[in-house]
């Protein structure tokens, strides 16, 4: 019996390494797979954060693109109806300055910036343009002129007033009523606060 309670003991002995065996491989092999497992979890939430951050700029980014289309969409609106709203202001203060050329005082303020443009040729010969309906003002112009002075009809100017040229000073002298009425279309757009941005 004491053979068999030592082969039992033996049995026992190996059961229990075999089992000590056991528990250790599961141990390290439940450890590696733990390892594993945290190692896919961190590549799994970087790529996963790295999608997210990638779909998120895209979005952001067809969001800037859609805003930045819109915006411009609105801006062109914006452009075309300060565009007409300035257009029919200019063209009823058009319509005013056209009557003013029907009243004596604009044959005086005629005749006042004609001669504004003489002081500035002084005696140098010069061509003085008027438009057709103000060329009966035509003599009384010529006498301001030191010098020879040659007034000639320019269809150019549509609504009034007077434009010298001397060629001796290279220098032109416009005091028509268009080019004063389209300088200020500029200071309109921005004194009346029409920018866009």
């Known amino acids: 019996m004491n053979e068999n309670n030592k082969a039992g003991n033996f049995l026992?002995?190996?059961k229990k390494y075999s089992e000590n065996e056991r528990q250790t491989a599961i141990a390290e092999l439940e450890a590696k797979k733990a390892k594993?497992?945290?190692?896919?979890e961190r590549l799994a939430s970087a790529d996963a954060e790295r999608a997210i951050k990638k779909k998120l700029s895209e979005e952001k980014s067809k969001i800037t693109?859609?805003?930045?289309?819109k915006n411009l969409?609105?801006?062109g609106e914006l452009f075309k109806k300060r565009d007409v709203m300035v257009k029919e202001i200019?063209?009823?203060a058009q319509?005013?300055?056209t009557k003013f050329t029907l009243t004596d005082d604009y044959g005086s303020k005629l005749i006042a910036d004609a001669k504004e443009i003489a002081d500035t040729f002084g005696d140098n010969d010069?061509?003085?343009y008027l438009n057709k309906k103000d060329m009966k003002y035509a003599d009384e112009i010529k006498l301001l002129f030191n010098s020879s002075a040659e007034i000639k009809e320019d269809i150019k100017i549509r609504i009034g007033g007077v434009r010298g040229f001397c060629e001796r000073l290279n220098l032109v002298a416009d005091n028509t009523l268009d080019s004063k009425l389209e300088a200020q279309k500029e200071w309109f757009v921005?004194?009346?606060?029409?920018?866009?941005n």
Do not use: M
Not at 36 to 40: S, T
Not at 65 to 69: I, M, N
């Open 12 to 14: 026992d002995a190996i």
């Open 36 to 40: 594993k497992l945290k190692k896919a």
């Open 65 to 69: 693109s859609e805003y930045a289309v």
């Open 73 to 75: 969409e609105a801006q």
């Open 90 to 92: 200019f063209e009823r």
């Open 95 to 97: 319509e005013k300055l």
């Open 126 to 128: 010069c061509v003085i």
């Open 190 to 196: 921005e004194n009346a606060d029409l920018r866009i």
